[in-house]
């Protein structure tokens, strides 16, 4: 514990005597300094035991004491030490009368205790309340070590919590709380996302305090690189001491450490991600099974989904934060805390294939995060229907056409099986479908346009009607002579006969292409 004017006045060896302001003993000294100057407090920083023999002081002025030790207090100063026995035999009445109204420490030295005993006793008493800070310090992070190598994460967290006499909670990537202790710290934690979020925003190592004198909480972020790879944060009633201040340290390095050999770790996974989702993909399922092992076991043995996932078109601010490597980062934390097995495998800089469990919680979170950034223009993704192994190939291609189709609806994200439930014309409805469409009925509509009649509509009609002549004529309110005039008009103006199937599908699909406004297309990725 720091030295005190307590300890030093039970200091065998000074002989010390408390003449006022005993109740004021429990403040700690800084360090103990000799003057007798007449105001030594532009000398001083707080916290100091002033040492003084009244060489220059007019101790026996009662205004002048009360003045003096009035600039003392104020200044930071915890107490005066008045030798007797030199220029005074006793302390003088005046000094004590002022120290007594300030309850203001004042310890009386007797000749025979020098002043530099003082200092040397302060100065060991530091020494030595250092010696235990550290000491504390280096068992502390035996203790963590040991914690962070047995049993990870959580038993370091509480291992902290019991040496700082707070709590402790660490965060991932995402600002989502891992873990914490004890137990009901979590809920403390999950209050500090925003602080968190903001800590995440600055380049690594950072740190910041938040909270209240009886709540304080300090933050600090983990990693070496330019991105947070995480956050700590530890709660305390008061700031942290010496000793307090060596266990974080050690977490923060503990913790740093581990994030780095997991990210070296989820490397070494990605590259056999890759090998198990090739082996997929080349029709191998069971080979790709034996080599996923436990660590991909599970997930390959039930119905998922495979997703891939680019960034939208559009200008990529480099400075920004990058979406691919962000959605890396929230599957995988969605995988962590749902317990779930992924398979993430980068394609290229921005490019991901992804096999999550069909329902999770991380094809949950990838439609979450698509839908977050849409606005944004972070990320396209098309996903594909319900899958196994033996159908990886499958998956693969519904992912890329829901992919496809995405892009060209302006979505963020597009499930294979909304494709096959809806209707095809909406896919083929693009720029070179459009321009198709103009062509093959320019010449009907400039006919039109002249008034000569009404071949488009006509056209519709019959064809609508599957070529019932009666049926399209009453739709139209004309003779069925009329329409049939009409359809030879047709044929002789495209050029083309209305008995051949090829034909009347076109038609009807250009007609469709072009009837009433479309939304624009998405702009072709770079």
Not at 148 to 172: Q, R, S
Request: net charge negative; glycine share 8%.
């Amino acid at each position: 514990m720091p030295v005190t004017l307590a300890s030093l006045v039970q200091h065998s060896a000074l002989k010390l005597t408390v003449r006022a302001g005993a109740g004021r003993l429990g403040s700690p000294v800084r360090w103990a300094h000799v003057s007798e100057l007449a105001d030594p407090v532009p000398y001083m920083e707080g916290g100091e035991l002033l040492l003084v023999t009244a060489m220059t002081l007019d101790a026996a002025d009662p205004e002048a004491m009360r003045r003096y030790v009035r600039r003392l207090d104020g200044a930071g100063v915890v107490g005066l030490g008045f030798a007797v026995g030199v220029n005074y035999e006793d302390v003088p009445e005046a000094l004590l009368r002022a120290a007594e109204e300030a309850d203001f420490p004042l310890l009386e030295v007797p000749r025979r205790t020098p002043f530099l005993a003082i200092s040397k006793a302060v100065s060991a008493a530091m020494a030595a309340d250092q010696y235990r800070a550290v000491t504390a310090g280096f068992e502390a992070q035996r203790e963590l070590t040991r914690a962070a190598l047995g049993e990870g994460p959580a038993d370091l967290l509480a291992k902290l919590a019991a040496h700082v006499d707070g709590w402790a909670a660490l965060y991932d990537a995402s600002g989502a709380v891992v873990s914490a202790a004890p137990d009901w710290a979590a809920r403390r934690a999950a209050r500090l996302t925003g602080d968190v979020e903001r800590l995440r925003e600055r380049p690594a190592p950072a740190s910041a305090v938040v909270g209240g004198t009886d709540d304080r909480v300090e933050l600090q972020s983990l990693g070496t690189g330019r991105r947070v790879r995480g956050v700590l944060a530890v709660g305390t009633g008061a700031p942290l001491g010496t000793a307090e201040r060596y266990a974080v340290h050690s977490a923060v390095a503990l913790l740093t450490l581990t994030t780095e050999r997991s990210r070296s770790l989820q490397a070494a996974e990605q590259r056999l991600g890759a090998a198990v989702l090739r082996m997929m993909l080349s029709g191998q399922p069971d080979h790709a099974r034996a080599v996923a092992g436990d660590l991909y076991g599970g997930l390959l043995d039930a119905p998922f989904r495979l997703l891939i996932a680019e960034p939208s078109a559009g200008e990529q601010d480099p400075a920004a934060e990058q979406p691919v490597p962000s959605l890396v980062e929230t599957l995988e934390s969605a995988a962590s805390r749902a317990g779930e097995a992924v398979l993430i495998v980068p394609e290229g800089n921005d490019r991901l294939v992804v096999l999550a469990a069909d329902g999770g919680a991380v094809a949950l979170a990838c439609e979450t995060y698509a839908e977050r950034e849409a606005e944004e223009a972070g990320v396209v993704v098309g996903m594909s229907a319900p899958a196994g192994p033996i159908a990886a190939v499958g998956a693969y291609k519904q992912a890329e056409q829901a992919l496809s189709v995405a892009r060209r609806r302006g979505r963020a994200l597009v499930e294979h099986e909304e494709l096959a439930a809806g209707s095809v014309l909406p896919l083929l409805v693009d720029d070179a479908v459009r321009a198709f469409a103009d062509g093959m009925l320019r010449a009907l509509y400039e006919h039109d346009a002249t008034g000569r009649g009404d071949l488009v509509s006509s056209l519709r009609a019959w064809l609508s009607r599957h070529g019932q002549w009666d049926a399209a004529a009453a739709d139209l309110g004309v003779h069925r002579h009329t329409l049939r005039y009409r359809m030879r008009r047709v044929e002789e103006i495209l050029g083309r006969s209305l008995d051949d199937p090829d034909v009347r599908m076109e038609l009807w699909l250009a007609l469709k292409a072009t009837e009433g406004p479309h939304p624009a297309p998405a702009s072709a990725p770079e």
